[in-house]
């Protein structure tokens, strides 16, 4: 062959030695990208989304009296297989009646509903405030002193006691509810979010801004929080499961709202569970408690795990 076609002679330009080939990066594509690849997480996520929906959609589309059948003897503490023939074939007899001859599955997807909803209302509250003064408290020395003498003295009283008190002292109904629940749950978040930001303050990045004259709000809101994202999410995983078990535990024990949340069925069933023929009563939702909890944290496990830019390689 000749020179001509082994060789090419190729000019230079300064503008395209400066492209860079490398593909477009956006994080949360990368984050759901990772996330989806598992068909597990998929699979999790899609019970998670029906349980949600259903627990809403249902109540919503369905009237529930618990006290309609009250006055029936007959109607009371019947099997499914018994409800099913004493009212006729309909999915709301599928898991039987309860003392009051109510549907104990209307009963359930109704206290769902409750239970879901003070969850998230509260997870919202608290991880936007605790994540909001964690940035600051980590950031600010002089924040930092005032709320650790807060958190010494917070923090060294067990969480079930203040929220305990808490429904003690006020009428026990959902807003109570959501108050005792978040009058100091933001406070560990904060704890925690000020850890992480104590260690990654004093980066070279944090102090190049400090020094061109950023302030303190501006660099924790914009330079640390955003590398944080894994963490917030894993603490959102573990802070909504929590707030379902605290309103349970509190109900099961008598001191939870007068709302049928699930807390409230478990602890009016108590009895049918060691009653022959009137289990379904005390398992129903428990069965359900236990689901919405483990996959409400599998998912946010998962997804904090996708958060982490490590794993987008």
């Known amino acids: 062959m000749s020179e001509e076609k082994l060789f090419s002679f190729h000019t230079h330009s300064d503008l395209e030695s400066e492209v860079i080939t490398a593909p477009r990066y956006s994080y949360w594509q990368s984050v759901f990208r990772v996330f989806f690849r598992n068909k597990v997480n998929i699979a999790i996520l899609a019970l998670l989304v029906f349980v949600v929906a259903f627990a809403y959609a249902y109540p919503a589309l369905t009237h529930y009296d618990p006290f309609a059948n009250l006055m029936d ?168 499961p929590s707030y379902i078990s605290y309103e349970v535990f509190l109900s099961y024990i008598g001191m939870g709202m007068k709302d049928m949340s699930l807390g409230r069925l478990i602890y009016a069933a108590e009895g049918a569970m060691i009653t022959p023929g009137w289990e379904m009563e005390f398992w129903s939702p428990v069965a359900i408690t236990a689901i919405i909890t483990v996959v409400l944290y599998v998912v946010g496990q998962n997804l904090g795990d996708a958060s982490d830019p490590r794993t987008h390689m």
């Open 73 to 240: 003897p007959e109607s009371k503490h019947l099997g499914p297989a018994g409800a099913m023939q004493y009212f006729g074939a309909d999915l709301k007899w599928i898991l039987g009646t309860g003392a009051s001859g109510e549907s104990t599955f209307d009963a359930i997807w109704n206290g769902s509903r409750i239970s879901i909803s003070l969850a998230f209302l509260c997870a919202a509250i608290n991880m936007t405030v605790g994540v909001c003064i964690g940035a600051v408290w980590g950031f600010s020395k002089k924040v930092d002193m005032i709320m650790m003498e807060v958190y010494n003295i917070v923090g060294n009283v067990p969480t079930i006691l203040i929220i305990s008190v808490m429904a003690m002292l006020f009428a026990p109904t959902f807003w109570t509810m959501v108050f005792a629940l978040t009058i100091t749950g933001w406070l560990f978040i904060a704890y925690q979010i000020r850890i992480q930001v104590v260690i990654i303050r004093d980066r070279e990045y944090n102090l190049a801004s400090r020094c061109l004259g950023t302030s303190t709000i501006k660099i924790a809101m914009k330079n640390i929080l955003p590398f944080m994202t894994s963490i917030i999410v894993t603490l959102l995983a573990t802070e909504i």
